[in-house]
């Protein structure tokens, strides 16, 4: 299968731990984007990366979150100290990067659902 | 807020019928959107898009509609089939052309 994989699909965790998410995209794709999606809502943006650099980051993306990209190719998505509030789908995507909208589509991976006691 | 969102959050659509979900825009700058299919479990499905310079685009057995001028899209499924349950998104890169802004989804349920 060669889509955007997520690990781990699902995650129960106690509140104040800290969460580790993995995203492996498409290969040689350069954009990598990370959304999180709650219960009968559509996804909202957190993060992109361009390669390694990350380029943007959403105001939902608190002082607890962070995410990296350090070769340009998976990308991790820690969760520190976590609450009841943090409960989610987080989805990754990614896509070619070309500049542009078009021909810019973004493939979505299964997401990990994050469960926090 | 959200730039896009759906008319209604769930639609019961007898299989073989055909299926229309409605979208709204709020930024008439706004000129390119995407619809998602999110079957449960798995993340969205890019099913079609269309730019403001077109009215109509259609799919494999998908037609997207937009009317600029009350700012509105719809997707329509023809001959709805049972894998055709899933929620639908519309998406607007907003601005942009990386950052995607769903709406709240609407979420199609096909009868036998």
């Known amino acids: 299968d060669t889509g955007v994989s997520q690990n781990p699909r699902h995650k129960i965790t106690k509140r104040g731990q800290n969460v580790t998410f993995r995203c492996d995209p498409i290969?040689?794709?350069?954009?990598l984007y990370w959304y999180r999606q709650t219960l009968g809502q559509g996804p909202e943006f957190l993060t992109y990366f361009q390669n390694e650099a990350q380029l943007e980051k959403s105001r939902l993306l608190s002082d607890r979150f962070s995410a990296e990209r350090p070769k340009g190719s998976f990308s991790t998505l820690e969760i520190q100290r976590t609450e009841q509030g943090d409960s989610a789908m987080y989805l990754c995507?990614?896509?070619?990067?070309?500049?542009?909208?078009?021909?810019?589509?973004?493939?979505f991976g299964p997401g990990t659902r994050l469960t926090v006691l | 807020g959200e730039s896009v969102g759906l008319h209604l959050p769930t639609l019961s659509v007898q299989e073989g019928d055909n299926s229309i979900i409605n979208c709204a825009y709020s930024n008439s700058a706004s000129d390119y959107f995407i619809w998602y299919k999110q079957e449960s479990g798995k993340g969205p499905q890019f099913i079609i898009d269309i730019r403001s310079n077109m009215d109509k685009r259609q799919g494999q057995r998908v037609t997207v509609l937009l009317n600029k001028t009350v700012k509105h899209l719809s997707l329509q499924i023809a001959a709805t089939q049972p894998g055709d349950s899933a929620v639908y998104f519309c998406?607007?890169?907003?601005?942009?052309?990386?950052?995607?802004?769903f709406g709240a989804g609407t979420t199609v349920t096909v009868r036998a």
């Open positions: 998406a607007d890169p907003k601005y942009n052309d990386y950052k995607l802004s």
């Open positions: 290969s040689e794709h350069n954009r």
């Open positions: 995507a990614s896509s070619v990067g070309t500049s542009g909208k078009l021909g810019n589509e973004q493939f």
